[in-house]
């Protein structure tokens, strides 16, 4: 498991503040506003001023970089998870600042998620750049959004050069088909929580599986984070109010604790791999690369780590 983090995805979590706007069905179930905003007050949720956060969280990559040097590895820092780094109702200045930092801890490998892939290239270059450290990734929660976002998130491939880019499948809420060219460079699936007064909706086995199998035949790393409240009934045995689909799937209510993390009984934990080219520079997408799966369907560096595939070849 994560050092300061529960994602399966990420070594850290850094939010340099706190606070967002809801924009797509995916943000019904906020876990960052239940959080934050209903349970602590930290900040309000929608049109109002950002939380920046304290000097300690500014500091913390720096602990991090310091780390990774003694260890000689590349974690993964997820940036934010309490927040959307390409939030335009952002004070400018503060993303210059977190920008800043990024480009001082170069061994950090900064993953930057939004569900406002259209503002990325527009607020990096305002910031000074995108960091070199910086892999780009966007939510996709159905055909929608994968059809928006993953259009703007190769463009911002292009323009930018990130480290890698990848899909935050989570919460899946319909079937995805990605669109020819658009492929990120890391596949990561999930289903829905409950948070709050809000209910998770169910999400069909098969979505999952479409996924993983699109990535598969792409040869891009796959990462299954969670199944969410709902599981499919194959995957978990026990008692739980039952949703059947349309065409005779059936999952389970369980709550995500006795749900887990497998798909047909596998756990895919499959990282991308960001080689260095010196000590403090990272290659651009080209040295990205599914890291070997064992025939547990785990990742075959170092399991116990969340951020076992990368590191300096």
């Not at 527009?122 to 892999?135: E, M, R, V």
């Not at 996709?140 to 998130?153: S, T």
């Not at 035949?217 to 949703?243: L, R, T």
């Amino acid at each position: 498991m994560a050092e300061n983090s529960g994602i399966s995805w990420t070594r850290h979590t850094w939010n340099p503040w706190i606070g967002c706007t809801k924009i797509s069905p995916a943000c019904d179930g906020c876990y960052a506003e239940a959080l934050m905003d209903k349970r602590f007050s930290r900040a309000q949720w929608g049109n109002h001023p950002r939380a920046r956060t304290g000097a300690h969280t500014w500091n913390d990559p720096f602990r991090w970089q310091r780390q990774a040097e003694k260890d000689g590895d590349r974690p993964f820092v997820f940036c934010a998870s309490l927040a959307d780094i390409f939030d335009n109702q952002v004070d400018p200045q503060w993303r210059v600042d977190a920008f800043d930092v990024m480009r001082r801890t170069p061994r950090l490998v900064y993953l930057l998620l939004t569900k406002r892939p259209q503002t990325i290239v527009k607020l990096s270059d305002a910031a000074g750049g995108l960091p070199s450290n910086a892999a780009l990734g966007t939510t996709v929660e159905d055909q929608k959004r994968a059809d928006i976002n993953l259009a703007a998130l190769e463009v911002a491939r292009i323009e930018l050069q990130p480290l890698f880019t990848f899909g935050s499948f989570e919460p899946l809420l319909g079937p995805v088909i990605i669109p020819p060219g658009l492929m990120p460079g890391w596949i990561i699936t999930g289903g829905e929580t409950d948070q709050g007064t809000h209910l998770a909706r169910p999400t069909h086995p098969g979505w999952f599986r479409s996924l993983r199998d699109q990535a598969a035949a792409a040869g891009v790393p796959y990462h299954h984070k969670q199944n969410g409240e709902w599981v499919s009934v194959s995957e978990v045995s026990g008692p739980g109010q039952h949703f059947t689909f349309g065409d005779g799937a059936t999952v389970r209510r369980t709550g995500k604790r006795l749900s887990g993390r497998t798909l047909d009984h596998v756990e895919h934990n499959t990282f991308p791999e960001v080689a260095a080219r010196r000590a403090s520079l990272f290659r651009s997408s080209s040295s990205l690369r599914a890291a070997p799966a064992t025939p547990s369907g785990r990742c075959g560096c170092l399991p116990a780590r969340s951020t076992c595939c990368v590191g300096t070849k």
